[in-house]
């Protein structure tokens, strides 16, 4: 009798376990705190809450110390801040954000969600004659990459990746993609037909 109550018991534990897991894309709330991994982004269980808080760092620190352009922070009960380390990433309860190189919001529209990457970097000098002084001008990078809901792969949205990885799932989207002449300028368009015309399943299995 013992044997079959604890046989019970762990049956229900672990329906319940997998209650607690709800696919991103049918979710209606996003659950607020940390991702460490992207199957707690996928099944919208970040694993770890409190007090997150996204710090922004300037340009000058970007560019000279190579850092970031922003992290994240956890306040302790005192009001100190503790750098957060090795996670995937987090959710504020409005938005869920991606860690590569800083946070970047992640747009959830279907198979293939996009972000895009933000960045500082110097490109050239200016001479300024009328003080005799040299500045950097400052370039901003911006760069937009797809994840697949599934899978959890990150690929730069390109020319490249639509035609070799993304489309060949859809042969007749890619047919019109391979025909369309203006297709340089409406890689979005294809992410946005593609995750119209391609429900994923509810789990990475």
């Not at 050239?124 to 911006?142: C, E, F, G, H, K």
């Not at 730069?156 to 799932?169: D, G, M, R, V, W």
Request: net charge positive; with cysteine.
């Amino acid at each position: 009798m013992k044997k079959w109550c604890s046989l019970w018991g762990l049956l229900c534990f672990c329906l319940t376990a997998m209650a607690q897991d709800e696919f991103i894309l049918q979710a209606a709330t996003l659950r607020k705190g940390l991702y460490r991994s992207f199957r707690e982004f996928q099944q919208n269980s970040p694993s770890e809450s409190g007090d997150l808080v996204v710090k922004n760092r300037s340009t000058a620190a970007q560019i000279y110390l190579l850092a970031n352009r922003n992290g994240l922070v956890l306040r302790d009960a005192t009001g100190q801040e503790h750098k957060v380390k090795n996670y995937w990433g987090f959710c504020d309860g409005a938005h869920s954000y991606i860690k590569d190189n800083g946070l970047n919001v992640i747009q959830i529209t279907g198979y293939y969600c996009t972000y895009e990457l933000q960045g500082v970097q110097p490109s050239r000098s200016i001479y300024n004659p009328a003080d005799m002084t040299v500045n950097a001008l400052n370039t901003p990078v911006r760069l937009k990459k797809v994840i697949n809901i599934v899978t959890g792969e990150i690929l730069e949205l390109s020319l490249f990746n639509l035609k070799k990885y993304i489309l060949p799932q859809d042969p007749e989207l890619l047919e019109e993609f391979r025909s369309d002449k203006a297709k340089k300028d409406k890689l979005d368009y294809y992410i946005s037909r593609f995750n119209a015309r391609n429900k994923p399943p509810q789990s990475g299995q």
